[in-house]
């Protein structure tokens, strides 16, 4: 098996990032060509989940670069560490022998295996999960869960609006599982699959196949729970198939849009149930969350952008971390069809924002008139003597916003706010950076004065 030259490699990278922009990664570096062969190139990547993402959602790309830089028809196989092929001076196994590569015909492009499992992706591991204040609850149960599961939170159930995460948390314990316990036999899929599933077989007269599927697990995932809503011998199936894994102590993972008590007509006693462990919610995340979203999007992706582009993007998106991704996606495209450095121009223009001029730098009276009508106060509240909750929290976050968009010094701004020192100013910054990220109240209140400081006067 020949090795292939890596400059063609490179070259084969560097077009793949700039044609094919929103499926690359920053550890396709890792990615080692190990063979030609036949017109095959044999590409190693780092594990199974590395190679089943790329296989899904990169072989069509990998070709196009492949024989761009080679002008010859060849074709991308992908493997995994372990599996990758012995050299030629070593003898092969009878594995290696029955190994043959994979053609277009039979790759896996579902979003589904063939055995109703969601496949895992490298994407949604809990290093890339950003956490906030709206989702900081159930990511760390989804860290003791992945850490001891059958043991810690049984059932896990994650619930919020599409969009916000819920799948990026379930996917990353599956991944922490599998890391810690490798031959774990998780089984991860979708309500839709497990009622398919359910009435298939009922009609097949195959339920011991069924239940061998879904009992003879360590963990069982279900994605989209609420489902089962008016599935009423759906349900009962589902409540037998809960409690024989609870009491082998088997962990249950479910993700749903509504809490349990919500869903409709569901049985009351599988609302007990999904009740025993933790029941927990993800909420959309706040305009600082977002912007650490966007950024770690982009380290994803290998891409740089600024703090100010990662600002505009969380500012313009706020229903969910779809949207975020979806605009990241658009802003690499624009680029590479362009053939334009990506800068906040290109951005603007990506996101549908019309370059408007340079807007005036902010100022005291703009802050505190933004501030005045979030709350509902007046300027005269902010300056009085008083301290209670409904005024004092106002007028902190007025310092706090004076010091990081104006140039005034401590001094100048206690002035501004009543005459008060600045010993009072900067306890005033420090309180509000220490509980932006933990108390939506305040993250919410310094979005919303944010967003119309940003808006042209």
Known sequence: MAKPDMSIWDDALVHLRKTHPTICRH?????????????VVTIVAPSTTYRDY??????????????SVTQRLVTSRFIAAGDAPVHEASPR??????????????????????????????????????????NRLAHAAAIAVADNPGEAYNPLFIHGDSGLGKTHLINAICLRILANQPGARIFFTTCEHFMTRFMQDV??????????????????????????????????????????????????????DLPPEKIPDLEERLVSRFKWGLVTQITKPSYETRIEIVKEKARMRGLEISDEIAELVAARKQGSVRELEGALSSIQNLASLTEREIDLALAREAVGEAVSKPKAPVSMERIVDAATEYF???????????????????????????????????????????GRDHTTVLHAIRTITDRKDLEPEIANAL???NLRLREPE
């Open 447 to 449: 979005e919303a004065i």
């Open 376 to 418: 509902g106060l007046r300027l005269a509240d902010l300056q009085s003597r008083k301290r209670t909750r409904t005024i004092a929290l106002p007028r902190q976050i007025c310092m706090f916003l004076a010091r990081e968009h104006t140039r005034y010094s401590l001094e100048e701004i206690g002035g501004y706010f009543g």
């Open 54 to 67: 790329l296989e899904r959602s990169c072989a069509d790309a990998f070709d196009d670069a492949l024989r």
């Open 93 to 134: 196994t009878s594995e290696d022998q029955r190994r043959k590569p994979v053609e277009h015909a039979k790759r896996n492009r579902s979003l589904i295996n063939t055995d109703g499992t969601i496949p895992l992706s490298p994407d949604y591991s809990f290093q890339h999960y950003v956490v906030g204040p709206d």
């Open 203 to 256: 009609a097949a007269g195959n339920m011991a196949s069924f239940r061998n599927q879904f009992r003879d697990v360590d963990v069982m995932v279900i994605d989209d729970i609420q489902f089962l809503s008016k599935r009423d011998r759906t349900q009962e199936e589902f409540f037998h198939t809960f409690n024989t894994l609870h009491q082998n102590h088997k962990q249950i993972i479910l993700t749903s």
């Open 27 to 39: 550890w396709f570096n890792a990615l080692e060509p190990s063979g030609l062969d036949g017109g």
